[in-house]
């Protein structure tokens, strides 16, 4: 495995991305269902919590999956935390406009922050989790987004996953890499598995429900899977 990107060069990317992630039919896509997956968590959490009045989206980049989330459940405080100063920027002026709610931003990496515990109805994690690296990574912060989270409160996460059999794993990168090269060639193929290569470190929805489950989610639920896409969740 070659050198992972550090959260500095990661930050960095995102700093300079900030138009493209402000727009969710151009910004996404190299995601699969990127919309499809944005709307099932959304309403999946607004049947959950119909009450909800707090929300967190961790890696929030310009603010789509909050704006969605306003769109169902208007007035919400809403808290954007994300490594990059200019994403939160973008995030906090388009949220602002579509709540009379508290909006909150906060600058860092979210296994580090520092925010309110048993405080959050919803959290949406939006192609994030995939930049965590080890087991101690994913079982630390799993933890830390439960104890985030109310009772009966939900996390709700769309991202990029790997499958469980190595074989199966490597026919659905191809795949995937087939749907990007039809998207826009060849060179856009290899330029977007370069840098998940360098950047990203997923891991399947069966590892990320197990960990849900022996971190004291009560119920978990996948809502879609395409590939190595997936939508999905749990309820504290």
């Not at 919309?35 to 959490?45: K, N, Q, W």
């Not at 990007?180 to 193929?189: S, W």
């Not at 990203?200 to 190595?228: A, W």
Request: proline content about 2%.
């Amino acid at each position: 495995m070659h050198q992972k990107s550090t959260i500095e060069e990661i930050r960095s990317r995102f700093d300079n991305d900030v138009e493209r992630f402000s727009n969710l039919d151009t910004g996404q896509v190299s995601t699969i269902d990127a919309t499809v997956s944005l709307e099932l968590i959304t309403e999946a959490a607004k049947r959950i919590i119909p009450g909800a009045t707090e929300l967190l989206d961790i890696g929030c980049g310009a603010g789509n999956y909050t704006l969605m989330m306003l769109q169902k459940l208007p007035g919400l405080n809403c808290t954007l935390a994300d490594l990059s100063k200019p994403m939160l920027d973008r995030a906090f002026a388009r949220v602002s406009e579509k709540t009379d709610g508290i909006v909150k931003t906060v600058q860092g990496d979210i296994r580090k922050v520092d925010l309110p515990e048993d405080h959050f109805d919803i959290i949406l994690a939006g192609a994030v989790l995939h930049h965590l690296r080890d087991d101690k990574d994913w079982e630390s912060l799993f933890g830390k987004l439960y104890r985030l989270l109310k009772k009966g409160g939900c996390l709700m996460i769309s991202d990029l996953v790997i499958q469980e059999a190595d074989a199966v794993s490597d026919y659905t990168w191809e795949r995937y890499g087939d749907y990007l090269e039809g998207v826009n060639g060849k060179a856009y193929r290899q330029k977007v598995m370069e840098y998940i290569e360098k950047e990203d470190s997923p891991r399947s929805v069966t590892y990320q429900l197990e960990l849900m489950k022996k971190t004291g989610f009560r119920s978990t639920d996948i809502l879609h899977k395409n590939m190595c896409f997936a939508a999905f969740g749990g309820i504290k």
